[in-house]
């Protein structure tokens, strides 16, 4: 007799490890299918080249959910997060900007830049957490359908309505500011110094096809302000161990609450009977059975490549269609046999500049241009660069006196005017480390070995479409009541008893767990067991 599931989820990303957590603490009988040899997805540690653990693509967090770290106790599982210690952002004059988690010394160094800038950062600090405490909200909220009259969703319209009263008004022109601006246009009515600007703009671009003028990123500024580590807003840190140490630390909680966890397992197809998911087929021809489907790839997999979109209603597969992905970042994973030494602030005996961010965003003019580059489908020459080395907060990730050095890069367009991804790759790569090396001369001369990824790796390795780091877009008319597409942002979908559960949900990417954790609640209510 077959083994029958009551639930199988497609995919073991931290959002499909999340959902099967929570199911199986239910009581169902859960199984994870994942494609490839370990866990993880987009949240993966491995050891590209001996001795050196590279967080692959995911390199630091801040939205990984509370309640989620509470309800299945991760740090029991092995979860440590270490915090990140600020931004470093050298500039081509040789000066720098370089903001601690230490509020006096930043004070001290935006004075050096502006002092009417010193005095607007802690406003503007002040104004981003009120925003936070009203958004923070939806974060752990199924969305309302605005077009339902569904008592509850109305509930819910309300509940926003009123927080929404509730703000004072200078609150309530920031929120709407916040989501029809650009990133730059945003930052231009509170700062001065052309730096300070283009490195705080830079959160407002990550996972876009966007620049820091384009409308619309002022929102995604915000979303990346929202994460918390013990409670502090605008924290970020390093998971020690690497990234996939938070997937491996919910997959613990996943198995000892039951769930049956499969690498090496790609699935082929969605199996439906009647207009019900039924399960699935793997690319090895296995048929496994269960009583609901869920999925944390994305809509284009989950759609048009794992069920015949003919037995989907006409207007659903149109949406599906037009949902925006277009990846746009890159990766270049560096194994160092030193440090980097930056010519505008020699270490001279210190590295505490070097165990936050460097952020090679110089100057608004920069930014834009290095999107002018991908606009017109060629990759920037100059790109935004947002580097970490995690060896220096947790040497467990690189051999004795040596470093893992992660380059999180934009921009790269999925398509490329000239040539192929595949040909370009090392280009690419070089274009990265040459433009590191203008701040850092020595790089070159330090590497052991890199790992280029372009989106079309991202896609090719990791599965997520066009290499969206976020499962697609994190734009305005893709996120709550409309992500993934409008009338099915509740995590059910047009086939009864498949769900989707991954990033293109709400509250959208970035290793957060709540579409996982949301959709598990949804699907239990279903289910009859909540
Ligand atoms: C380069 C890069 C940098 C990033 N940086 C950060 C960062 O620093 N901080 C942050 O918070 N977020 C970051 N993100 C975003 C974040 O990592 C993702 O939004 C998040 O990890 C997605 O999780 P998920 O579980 O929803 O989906 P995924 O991680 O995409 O998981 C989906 C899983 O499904 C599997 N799969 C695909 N096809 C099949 C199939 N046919 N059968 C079975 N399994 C299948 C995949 O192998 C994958 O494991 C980054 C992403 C990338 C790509």
């Known amino acids: 007799m077959p083994k029958r599931y009551d639930a199988i989820i497609i995919g073991g990303g931290h959002n499909g490890l999340v959902n099967a957590a929570y199911l199986a603490r239910a009581g169902k009988k859960v199984l994870v299918l994942e494609r490839r040899h370990v866990l993880g997805g987009a949240a993966v540690t491995e050891e590209i080249i001996p001795g050196f ?127 029809t601006m650009s990133a730059a246009d945003f930052l231009d009515q509170w700062f001065e110094t052309d730096v300070l600007k283009a490195t705080m703009s830079a959160s407002g671009i990550i996972g876009t096809f966007l620049g820091v003028r384009s409308p619309g990123t002022a929102y995604v500024l915000l979303h990346h302000y929202m994460g918390e580590i013990d409670g502090a807003f605008r924290a970020w840190g390093f998971s020690r161990g690497g990234t996939g140490a938070i ?117 608004v003019e920069y930014m834009e241009r290095a999107y002018d580059q991908a606009k017109y489908g060629e990759f920037s020459h100059h790109p935004y660069i947002d580097i970490v080395i995690p060896s220096l907060t947790d040497p467990s990730v690189a051999p004795p006196g040596k470093h893992v050095m992660s380059c999180f890069v934009q921009y790269a367009p999925y398509k490329l005017k000239n040539g192929n991804w595949p040909a370009r790759r090392e280009e690419f790569g070089d274009a990265v480390i040459n433009t590191i090396a203008e701040f850092a001369p020595n790089l070159k001369n330090i590497i052991i070995g890199r790992q280029v990824l372009t989106p079309f790796d991202i896609e090719e390795q990791i599965g997520l479409t066009e290499g969206n780091i976020f499962q697609g877009e994190l734009s305005l008319e893709q996120l709550f009541f409309l992500r993934p597409v409008a009338g099915w942002a509740r995590y059910r979908t047009p086939v009864e008893n498949l769900y989707m559960c991954g990033s293109a949900t709400h509250p959208g990417g970035g290793i957060m767990g709540a579409p996982g954790r949301l959709a598990a609640l949804e699907i239990l209510k279903d289910m009859g067991a909540n």
């Open 247 to 363: 997937s491996n630390a919910i997959a613990d909680a996943a198995r000892e609450a039951g769930a049956e966890i499969r690498t090496e397992a790609p699935v082929a197809r969605i199996n439906t009977r009647a207009g019900r998911a039924t399960g699935v087929v793997l690319e090895s021809g296995e048929e496994i059975e269960a009583k609901i489907v869920s999925s944390s790839v994305d809509p284009n997999l989950t759609f048009l490549k794992m069920m015949d979109p003919r037995g989907l209603p006409d207007e659903f597969v149109e949406e599906v269609r037009r949902y925006k992905y277009r990846g746009s970042s890159g990766k270049v994973n560096l194994a160092l046999d030193a440090l980097p030494e930056f010519t505008c602030l020699p270490a001279n005996g210190s590295n505490r500049h070097l165990r936050g961010a460097i952020s090679i965003s110089p100057s």
């Open 53 to 179: 653990k590279f967080s692959v693509c995911s390199y630091v967090v801040s939205l990984l959910r509370p309640e989620i770290i509470r309800d299945l106790d991760l740090p029991r599982h092995g979860l440590e997060i270490l915090p990140l210690d600020g931004t470093f952002t050298p500039m081509p004059s040789g000066d720098y900007l370089w903001r601690v988690n230490d509020h006096a010394k930043t004070r001290r160094e935006l004075v050096r830049h502006s002092r009417r800038d010193a005095e607007a950062y802690d406003e503007f600090g002040k104004q981003m957490l009120q925003m936070c405490r009203f958004v923070k909200p939806l974060l752990g909220m199924v969305p309302p359908d605005p077009t339902s009259l569904h008592p509850a969703g109305l509930k819910k319209l309300m509940f926003l309505a009123k927080r929404f009263q509730a703000l004072a008004a200078e609150d309530k022109y920031n929120l709407v500011q916040l989501m």
